[in-house]
């Protein structure tokens, strides 16, 4: 019989990733970051009072941050002893949306903080990998974990079967998100929300059952 299986968003959920990344914005473009709703693109702002950057440039200067400046990056509260636990009990995989190149960096990024389980790299809607993911491990229950409302839409759809848990790590973003519509659960630390998984998987059965 399939063990459960676990997958789990890496930034702001295993690592906190925005304030580094703001950080750094400060520090190599002289930019100021005020993320408050999840909208990168309009949390920037110029110091020097220029325009202020494109989208196309948000994600030049993500594609600038990953992988370079990931040594910045810290672990969320309890995230590496809750996936210990579970690791007892689960399977793991880390889909984290990074383009390809990123991937050993972010299994050797996750292994330096003690977190070694398999990392997929992602473009996206996650939907499609969660679906083929559970195909793969013989289609157990399954539990997804993600800080973005719109992979779980997408998890949902592609999915259903699979128990979702919205999750933001990051306290500042945190209080500005509502839960996600297509999320079963909103639990922010993973003290708890190793509690909910853990019960997912004792009760044994699928999210549309």
């Known amino acids: 019989m399939s063990r459960p299986l676990l997958i789990t968003d890496c930034d702001e959920v295993l690592l906190h990733m925005v304030r580094h990344f703001g950080n750094w914005l400060g520090e190599a473009k002289d930019i100021d ?84 389980h398999r990392v997929d790299c992602n473009q996206g809607g996650k939907g499609g990998p969660v679906a083929r993911l559970v195909a793969e491990h013989g289609d157990p229950v399954t539990v997804f974990v993600d800080d973005l409302a719109v992979h779980h839409a997408s998890v949902a759809k592609a999915a ?21 519509p297509a999320a079963h659960a909103r639990i922010d630390d993973w003290a708890d929300a190793e509690h909910w998984i853990a019960a997912r998987f004792a009760a044994g059965v699928p999210a549309d059952a």
């Open 33 to 116: 970051f005020a993320v408050a709703n999840g909208d990168f693109a309009n949390a920037m702002t110029r110091r020097d009072g220029g325009l202020r950057p494109t989208q196309a440039e948000m994600w030049a200067m993500l594609g600038e941050f990953f992988p370079a400046e990931m040594s910045r990056q810290t672990l969320v509260p309890h995230a590496r002893e809750a996936l210990g636990r579970l690791a007892e009990i689960a399977d793991i995989v880390v889909l984290t949306n990074l383009q390809d190149e990123c991937r050993q960096p972010r299994i050797e990024q996750l292994s330096a903080f003690g977190i070694d």
């Open 160 to 180: 259903p079967g699979v128990h979702r848990l919205h999750m933001i790590a990051e306290p500042a973003l945190a209080a500005t998100m509502p839960p996600a």
